[in-house]
């Protein structure tokens, strides 16, 4: 069976990973204590059902250690298991629980240690939802939500959904260094260095998706040196990935918008290892 567990941040969009996943065909369960994951499995497969997938998150803060022993287990019998891992900045949180006006799971559950009448703050029951939850982020994709929209979540998860037999996947993603670099990347490149177009008023309001960007960036002698160069890169450690058994490698280029420099990039190398690896590309400052 296929199976596959989001987990995560309260507020980082579970639910709308869910959601994803039920669009997809899976049989979905949302807040599943872990205790009842292994029974879960059993009766489905009785029931004939080759995909599940299921959210487990602070709401089994009592149960929730046992998580990592019940996934292993269930690879241990053959099950194709994928963790996916949602995560998102502490001010991102504060502000969505802020418009939601909902309060954190774990505010109901446990009390102050300075005080035991007082509920945690919200910051407080991040801080310790992160340490509740550091044993499992490790065991699976992690998706830094910052800044998302739903769609666009939508559309990654959908994008995990369908590298799950791949051997490795590279994800390009583009992104501006103002708006902070991405949690989940795994390597980190700045293309700062490289001539801006946004400059030229012409091409300002293009992204480097377009042809009068291209062509300004493809003349740029800095352009064709840091892409070499983050190109022999990657080409010298994707062996060593394979064999660590990464079935996802996140590679994010900067630089200042995120418009032009980092989406040019981005679009070059995903070309170039098309041939090599299952791409996946990734624009989060565009539209």
């Known amino acids: 069976m296929r199976i596959i567990i989001i987990t995560g941040i309260s507020g980082s969009g579970k639910s709308v990973g869910l959601n994803a996943l039920e669009d997809a065909g899976y049989f979905c ?4 204590p872990p205790t009842l994951l292994r029974s879960l499995v059993e009766t489905r497969l009785r029931e004939g059902d080759s995909t599940l997938g299921v959210a487990v998150d602070a709401r089994s803060a009592d149960s929730l250690a ?3 022993n019940d996934i292993n287990w269930l690879k241990d019998q053959g099950h194709d298991v994928k963790v996916i891992f949602l995560t998102a900045k502490t001010e991102s949180l504060v502000t969505r629980f802020s418009e939601t006006r909902r309060s954190h799971p774990l505010s109901h559950r446990i009390k102050s240690t300075q005080n035991p009448n007082d509920r ?12 509740m939850l550091s044993a499992i982020e490790g065991m699976g994709d992690v998706i830094d939500t910052s800044g998302l929209s739903a769609n666009k979540l939508r559309a990654w998860i959908r994008d995990l959904i369908g ?4 051997p490795l996947t590279l994800l390009f993603e583009s992104f501006a260094f103002k708006f902070g670099v991405p949690l989940d990347a795994d390597l980190v490149f700045d293309v700062r260095m490289v001539p801006n177009p946004f400059y030229d008023l012409k091409l300002r ?9 291209i062509e ?14 983050i190109r022999a890169f990657i080409e010298k450690w994707l062996p060593a990935f394979k064999r660590d058994n990464r079935s996802y490698l996140t590679v994010a280029i900067g630089c200042t918008g995120g418009q ?13 290892f098309q041939e090599s690896a299952r791409v996946i590309i990734r624009h989060r400052e565009l539209n």
């Open 66 to 68: 046992e998580l990592p």
């Open 216 to 229: 300004f960036l493809d003349a740029q002698p800095e352009a064709g040196e840091i892409l070499s160069d």
């Open 260 to 272: 032009h420099r980092s989406v040019y990039t981005v679009e070059r190398l995903a070309a170039y």
């Open 120 to 131: 945690l703050t919200l910051t407080e029951c991040i801080r310790k939802e992160r340490e």
């Open 163 to 166: 590298s799950e037999r791949a």
């Open 29 to 32: 369960v949302d807040n599943l």
């Open 205 to 213: 309001p293009l992204t480097g998706k377009d042809a009068p960007v």
